[in-house]
């Protein structure tokens, strides 16, 4: 959680998961990268799918970046099978433009950790949108983060969330961040509604990879979490003006405070010690914007 505020640089807003015609999206990549420039978006990473059909795209967005604007390189991965019997998803952000084709047999664990060696951040994509089981979910054990919210999967389907799947692994004792992605294929509905604030030096690929991979970053809909420390009294959060916010770690440990237009929240962490919290943020629309977990297990 901390990593976001105390390593050096500044915020840079990006869409790590989202898709072109180079798969199932509407767009064409150019598209695509002049869409989230065009709204405000510092970077992205155009995800394709993956698989035979498409010609295993790894789609090659270098073009496309501009000043002000940059891109990462990846995709998601697809492998047979879940515990359900459905393909993995798995979301591979910074690939190298070889990275090979799945073998026959190869895993989703061994796909992501495959990836994960590659150098990609990885990430476990809409969680409850194929109610990934927790088994299926903790033996991903190359993931970095696990997405809290995914925009197509809320809007088609209402079933956006990733919450309760990130608990679960905290409990289990796996550490790994939350992120908020668009998923974005048609570019309406599905898009500008979930996005990282990625803190590194600068704008750049490499930058942001290693950023993301250090779990410098939080995850929003909307609201800011504009400074996050830690002093002898607790945490405190300075934000954008939010309504609620909330510190929530295993079991039913929680802390919550309310009110309208709130910018700064402390809270004390003494039923956190030893264990991890998170604080969760939600504005007067009831968007909310997530941090990464803070462990305290070994202070
Ligand atoms: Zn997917
Ligand atoms: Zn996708």
Not at 108 to 131: K, Q
Not at 233 to 245: I, W
Request: proline letters at 5%; charged letters at 20%.
């Amino acid at each position: 959680m901390i990593e976001a505020f105390t390593t050096p640089g500044r915020f840079w807003r990006g869409n790590l998961h989202c898709h072109s015609t180079r798969s199932d999206g509407d767009l064409a990549p150019e598209r695509v990268c002049h869409f989230y420039a065009s709204n405000g978006y510092d970077f992205i990473c155009l995800t394709d799918h993956f698989v035979e059909k498409y010609g295993y795209p790894i789609t090659d967005t270098t073009a496309y970046r501009h000043d002000g604007f940059t891109t990462l390189i990846g995709a998601e991965l697809h492998v047979p099978d879940t515990a359900l019997g459905e393909m993995w998803h798995i979301l591979a952000v910074g690939l190298p433009a070889g990275f090979a084709r799945p073998h026959a047999g190869e895993t989703g664990p061994e796909l992501a950790a495959r990836a994960a060696a590659a150098g990609a951040f990885v990430a476990i994509p809409h969680p409850e949108w194929y109610t990934l089981t927790a088994e299926d979910a903790l033996s991903l054990d190359a993931a970095h983060a696990i997405e809290v919210y995914n925009a197509i999967c809320a809007h088609e389907s209402g079933r956006g969330g990733g919450e309760s799947h990130l608990d679960a692994l905290l409990v289990a004792g796996r550490r790994l961040g939350a992120i908020a992605v668009d998923d974005s294929h048609r570019y309406r509905a599905d898009a500008l509604k979930g996005w990282v604030m990625v803190k590194a030096p600068e704008n750049e690929p490499d930058a942001l990879l290693a950023a993301l991979r250090a779990g410098a970053f939080y995850a929003s809909q909307g609201p800011a979490f504009e400074h996050v420390s830690l002093d002898e009294t607790g945490l405190v959060l300075e934000t954008s003006a939010v309504d609620k916010a909330y510190l929530v770690g295993p079991g039913s440990r929680y802390a919550g405070a309310h009110g309208a237009g709130m910018t700064r929240v402390r809270f004390a962490l003494e039923k956190f010690r030893g264990t991890w919290c998170r604080a969760v943020i939600i504005d007067a629309d009831g968007r909310k914007a997530w941090t990464n977990p803070l462990w305290l297990d070994r202070s």
